[in-house]
């Protein structure tokens, strides 16, 4: 997942408001989000490569997302999967603060990490940053620290103080703030190690490239009175969509999902 901006009880009707793009290789082989068979409590995508995921939510609310930083050259000596974490969480119990204060990042290629239990939500990154406890708030996550401003965040970002200010909540919603395909102007293109139109075109919300791009959106609504609202929306290397899933459960009950 490369793009995650989230309220955190910013509105008294939804403890956790998020919507997030998942930009990976168009080749890695993916199952669409799905109740998993092998841990009946995970709603989540998976990755058939590594076993792991990018973004979970469970039948009792607790959820977790990943997210890579850019540093091409160490990634391809990390022995271990990022999508680790958020399978490790989701399916266990533990508390988020104590989860992440006893995780060994150092096989790992650079990532961020969500994990939430309905009462905290903790950010935790491997490359330096104090694992925290947010306040509520309005926040982005991209390849980078919390809050990094890039282009593409802070843009993202302030769509999304919007749509929770006018109170204009729902997964269509939160899904357009994400569908966003401009670059940014040539001029403020940053490539650093990247060629220029491949850095330019990651400069978007919604990455489209032939070989790497924005395989799905996902939308996630948790309700103060238990309700869990999520959609996946995935789309083809041409960015064109492909199929999505929604599935809607409150925390107390049996999960339904349908699928279109």
Known sequence: MCLVVFAW?????????????????????TRDMHWWPDEPGVLAGRDLQAGGSWLAITRNGRFATVTNYREAARRRTAPRSRGDFVREFASGTERPTPFVQQLDGSQYA????????????VYWSNRGDAPRPLD?????????????????????????????AENNLSLTSLFRLVADKKPVPATEVIANELPFELARALSAPFIVTTEYGTRCSTALLIGANGLIEVGERRFNSSGEPNGDSLFRFSIEDNAVARSP
């Open 110 to 121: 650079g990532c961020s990490l969500l994990a939430s239990d309905g009462d905290e939500l």
């Open 136 to 164: 509520p708030g309005i926040y982005g996550l991209s390849n980078a620290s919390l809050d990094t401003p890039w282009p593409k965040l802070v843009r993202t970002r302030s769509k999304l103080a919007a749509v929770v």
């Open 9 to 29: 009880k910013a509105h008294p009707d939804y403890p956790l408001i998020l919507v997030a793009n998942r930009d990976e290789l168009h080749a890695r082989p």
